[in-house]
Nanobody, 127 residues
Framework: QVHLAESGGGSVQVGGSLRLSCTVS????????LGWFRQGPGNQREGVAS????????YYGDSVKGRFTISQDNAKNMLYLQMNNLKPEDTAIYYC????????????????????WGQGTQVTVSS
C-alpha cells in the first residue's frame, strides 16, 4: 500500500516562493509516476507536474511552466515541488499522487489514473 504525506504549504504574497515536500513510500527504482495535483476553490482537480521515477522525465501544466519545478530524491523517498513567482490563481490544496507504470504525455494529468493520494496541503497566495 502506497503512503503519501505532504508538507510545506502555507500563505505567501504574490511573487513569493514555497517548496512542497512529499514523503513517498514506494520503490522508486520501479517505474512509478509521481506528481502533484491541485484543486482551487470551485475548480476541478488540475495536474500541476509529474515525474517518472526511473527516467526523471517531467511534465508540467501550462499554467505553471517556467515557475514550478518538480524533483525527487530517491535516496530519501521524497518528492518536491518548488514554486516560484506565485500568483493568486495558484491558491489551492496541493496533493501528492502516485501510480505505477510511469508517466506519459497523454495521461500524466488525468487524476482518475492515480490511485494513491496524500491528504493535501493548503497553499494560499495573497496580493
Amino acid at each position: 500500500q502506497v503512503h503519501l504525506a505532504e508538507s510545506g504549504g502555507g500563505s505567501v504574497q504574490v511573487g513569493g516562493s514555497l517548496r512542497l515536500s512529499c514523503t513517498v513510500s514506494v520503490d522508486t527504482s520501479r517505474n512509478y509516476c509521481l506528481g502533484w495535483f491541485r484543486q482551487g476553490p470551485g475548480n476541478q482537480r488540475e495536474g500541476v507536474a509529474s515525474i517518472n521515477t526511473v527516467t526523471g522525465f517531467t511534465y508540467y501544466g501550462d499554467s505553471v511552466k517556467g515557475r514550478f519545478t518538480i524533483s525527487q530524491d530517491n535516496a530519501k523517498n521524497m518528492l518536491y515541488l518548488q514554486m516560484n513567482n506565485l500568483k493568486p490563481e495558484d491558491t489551492a490544496i496541493y496533493y501528492c499522487v502516485a501510480k505505477e507504470k510511469g508517466c506519459y504525455s497523454d495521461s500524466w494529468s488525468n487524476s482518475l489514473l492515480f490511485p494513491s493520494w496524500g491528504q493535501g496541503t493548503q497553499v494560499t497566495v495573497s496580493s
